[in-house]
T-cell receptor, first 113, second 110 residues
Framework: AQSVTQLDSQVPVFEEAPVELRCNYS??????LFWYVQYPNQGLQLLLK??????LVKGINGFEAEFNKSQTSFHLRKPSVHISDTAEYFC???????????FGQGTRLTINP | NAGVTQTPKFRVLKTGQSMTLLCAQD?????MYWYRQDPGMGLRLIHY???????AKGEVPDGYNVSRLKKQNFLLGLESAAPSQTSVYFC?????????FGPGTRLTVL
């Protein structure tokens, strides 16, 4: 079985500052990894995913994440955040082929002007 | 394409009442899912379906039933609602390896 830990429940940053949202997972098999974003009162939108290949994955809205197999991590980064990035971010994992996602608890990103 | 849609958007129930949440997708996806989202707990899988006529239990199935009579629809039923079922419910459908989510249903049980 897989599990996901998002190390920060809340991350406040100033506008135009860089941000990193941390995600660690555990699994005994090879995995797929995902980041979803949830804007206030909306559903979840896929930001990016790692299935195979390059460990640096680029997503929408200038976000990227790096898969680190040895550290079982998939941290999300953005070099310069905007007020519109205020949202909750969820990391998720599935084992390859199972198509069931296990989610982390979420990280609330707050951007201060 | 509408993607994944959910009906209703909001609902208030009294303890013991029943209701059905409807999820519809127009992407011809085989897999569909129901999750609940509670503060600080992320999303937890209630039930899922790998194709028309099939259903399976997820992480938190107690108190819920589901049906997948048509490929495009996935229904979630609460036979006797309890306050512990107050939550936001999300439906998703899956293209191989990637899930797409609906806008959610906010359910309050008094």
């Amino acid at each position: 079985a897989q599990s996901v830990t998002q190390l920060d429940s809340q991350v406040p940053v100033f506008e135009e500052a860089p941000v990193e949202l941390r995600c660690n997972y555990s699994s005994s098999v090879s995995v797929y990894l995902f980041w979803y974003v949830q804007y206030p009162n909306q559903g979840l939108q896929l930001l990016l995913k790692y299935l195979s290949g390059s460990t640096l994955v680029k997503g929408i809205n200038g976000f990227e994440a790096e898969f680190n197999k040895s550290q079982t991590s998939f941290h999300l980064r953005k070099p310069s955040v905007h007020i519109s990035d205020t949202a909750e971010y969820f990391c998720a994992v599935s084992d390859q082929g199972a198509q069931k996602l296990v989610f982390g608890q979420g990280t609330r990103l707050t951007i201060n002007p | 394409n509408a993607g994944v849609t959910q009906t209703p958007k909001f609902r208030v129930l009294k303890t013991g009442q029943s209701m059905t949440l409807l999820c519809a997708q127009d992407m011809n996806h085989e897999y569909m899912y129901w999750y609940r989202q509670d503060p600080g707990m992320g999303l937890r899988l209630i039930h899922y379906s790998v194709g028309e006529g099939t259903t399976a239990k997820g992480e938190v199935p107690d108190g819920y039933n589901v049906s997948r009579l048509k490929k495009q629809n996935f229904l979630l039923g609460l036979e006797s609602a309890a306050p512990s079922q107050t939550s936001v419910y999300f439906c998703a459908s899956s293209y191989p390896s990637t899930q797409f989510f609906g806008p959610g249903t906010r359910l309050t049980v008094l």
